[in-house]
């Protein structure tokens, strides 16, 4: 059968059905835009926990004694170990300056500067659990030029206990949410080749063959899911855009999203499509 057939056919069951074929768009569209805008918030807020995670740092307050030598000796050393990014040495001048930033001058209230030199020792980003970084901690601490060692403990354990269960839920709820949408877009199709039931049976009394048949249908389908996608993409982006405008100015559509959409809505008209007529098929 010529491709140019099947176009034509497909493109007349429009004209013969445009209530069910709107119906079926409206759905694919509706469907794939909430899909899209999940994804979107979870990967945003995705983005938004790696930035935190960034900010993580140890504090290694170290010896005030120290030469210059033996803390070069000690940078590097902590730069070695598994796990550290890059490490930067801070001294008492530059730590009473950050502080004044932020607080207002402290030596009107003491006659010297309290800030010992310290190191802050960035991790890398696949060591964000707390036994990996306690395993540093420990390695640091257990070194004679090291004083003490700071981190944010508390809130290293609240993020991987959220992180986790968020990944959890947002997992669950985007399953479901694409098996409903599946489902919706699935019965709508099979809906609306079901109202032109008494066109196909015509056709089998009157001979036509399967592929005569079935090969229309699946490419209404295919535009179907086609046209859906193409709104839902244009639907994102106006939402996506005023969002930015009015609340989040770095939200930002990856690429690649709108062409998960739309290979999303082809592949779902093209099997909806595909498995709905099938049923009328058998003999």
């Given amino acids: 059968m010529k491709l140019f ?6 493109l007349a069951g429009f ?3 445009r209530l069910s074929a709107t119906i079926t768009i409206v759905t694919v569209t509706l469907s794939l835009t909430l899909i899209g805008m999940f994804g979107l918030i979870v990967q945003n807020l995705s983005h938004s926990f790696q930035q935190l995670y960034n900010k993580i740092q140890l504090e290694v307050f170290i010896d005030p004694s120290l030469s ?15 796990g550290v990014g890059y490490v930067n040495y801070i001294t008492p001048q530059h730590a009473l300056k950050e502080f004044e930033s932020d607080f207002g001058d402290i030596l009107s209230v003491l006659d010297a500067n309290p800030f010992p030199p310290s190191f802050r020792v960035v991790l890398k980003g696949g060591y964000r659990k707390m036994n990996e970084i306690e395993s540093i901690v420990r390695k640091i601490e257990a070194l004679e030029e090291v004083d003490e060692v700071n981190y944010q403990r508390n809130i290293i354990r609240l993020m991987n206990k959220y992180f986790l269960l968020g990944v959890i839920i947002t997992s669950a709820v985007g399953a479901t949410i694409f098996f409903i949408s599946t489902m919706l877009i699935f019965n709508t199709i099979r809906l609306t080749i079901h109202s032109r039931r008494n066109l196909i049976s015509i056709m089998r009394l009157v001979g036509a063959t399967r592929l005569f048949i079935k090969g229309p249908f699946v490419v209404e389908g295919i535009l179907q899911g086609l046209l859906g996608s193409l709104f839902a993409c244009g639907l994102l982006w106006l939402g996506v855009d005023i ?15 709108y062409g998960f959409l739309i290979l999303t809505g082809t592949m779902l008209g093209l099997i909806g499509s595909y498995i ?3 049923k009328y098929l058998k003999y």
């Fill in 5 to 10: 057939f099947l176009l034509k056919e497909g």
């Fill in 15 to 17: 004209q013969r059905a």
């Fill in 68 to 82: 210059s030598s033996q803390v070069d000796s000690l940078a590097r050393y902590l730069n070695s170990l598994d």
């Fill in 243 to 257: 969002i930015r405008t009015a609340l989040f100015p770095t939200l930002h559509i990856p690429l690649y999203y």
């Fill in 276 to 278: 709905s007529i099938g």
